[in-house]
């Protein structure tokens, strides 16, 4: 009788058991998972221990540069900086009243500026700054001489940059020239004077650029 022999190498039946696969992989994932969560401990238990030292370096910073004011504050006389304070103040608050303060004395020195000699001034009306106008107004009556010397009044207020005078009195109108039984001719006198023209200030520093005209006049005669 011939013997038969098997030739295949291949198990008909698994070395290992499904059930002992099965187990095995949970405990693997078990593993991973606590070698994560250890690993994010430590994480956390570092940033903890940095935060700490942290805030203790912002402390001692904070407590060296209390001590370095207080250091420089003692280089320092801290009742003279309150004197220069005060000091500045009352200076800045001068200047402010000295650019803002008008001096009304300035009006006659600027009429004296466009009046020829010929002409006279007999009365004037100032009315104050308002909400409407920023300038001064004056009204005034006058007189001249005759007619060409009243003629000539109006051409020296129709060039008042010549004189320099042009930023600071604005719109003069001579009105209602009416000869008199003496031959004189009155007449009427308006015009706005500008508040910068008028200051203080401008008082005391004075006005070179201003010339008068009663040189000029002396032709008309």
Known sequence: METKFQTSFIPKKPLISPNVMMQRAPRRLVSLFLMFAVIVFIISLAGLGGAYLWKGYLTSSQVNFKQQLADREKLFDINLITQLKQANVQ???????????????????????????????????????????????????????????????????????????????????????????????????????????????????????????????????
């Open 91 to 221: 200076i800045d608050t001068a200047k402010q009243i000295l650019n803002n303060h008008v001096a009304m004395s300035q009006v006659f020195d600027i009429i004296s500026n466009f009046t020829i000699v010929s002409s006279r001034f007999l009365s004037m009306d100032i009315a104050a700054p308002t909400a409407q106008s920023s300038g001064v107004k004056i009204s005034m009556k006058g007189y001249g001489k005759d007619l060409s010397s009243v003629a000539f009044q109006s051409d020296v207020l129709g060039k008042l940059e010549d004189i320099g005078l042009r930023d600071i009195v604005k719109n003069p109108i001579l009105s209602d020239p009416t000869k008199d039984k003496d031959g004189k001719v009155t007449f009427g006198f308006s015009a706005t004077f500008e508040p910068s023209g008028l200051s203080y200030k401008r008082s005391v520093l004075g006005n070179p650029a201003t010339s008068s005209v009663n040189q000029a006049s002396t032709t008309n005669q």
